[in-house]
């Protein structure tokens, strides 16, 4: 159908912040978003100044739209999404933040009370 393009936008816009993201995790923390070669400093600018997991979110945005502009949206991708999604939420909370607890300290724990994990603010948060 010809409206399935219109998620093309979303989806763009979507992949577009997982790259911005990524930018930023070089140029800010000094480091990647891989547990391998974490980054050195606490990246809060950017996206990350209205949601904790805006690479997450743009990425599950992008793919959901590239689904709808492919037609590919079967029970048994919505399944396999669905067990993605929850394993990107366990690798957040049991090891992510743990890690950046560590790593980061008070600065992490006061940008965790400012900024949420999923949900975006309105105005970004600014330190």
Known sequence: ARWRWIAAVPSALGFAVALRCVWDFG????????????????????????????????LFVGWVGLWVVLGRANTVAIAVASAIVLGVVLFVLLYEEPTLRKMFGTEYEEYCRNVRRWVPRVRPWGK
Request: charged share 15%; no cysteine; proline share 16%.
């Open 27 to 58: 140029r800010i923390g000094h480091g990647t978003p891989a547990p391998i070669a974490p980054p050195t400093r606490l990246v809060v600018v950017g996206f990350y100044r209205y949601v904790r997991n805006p690479m997450d979110l743009g």
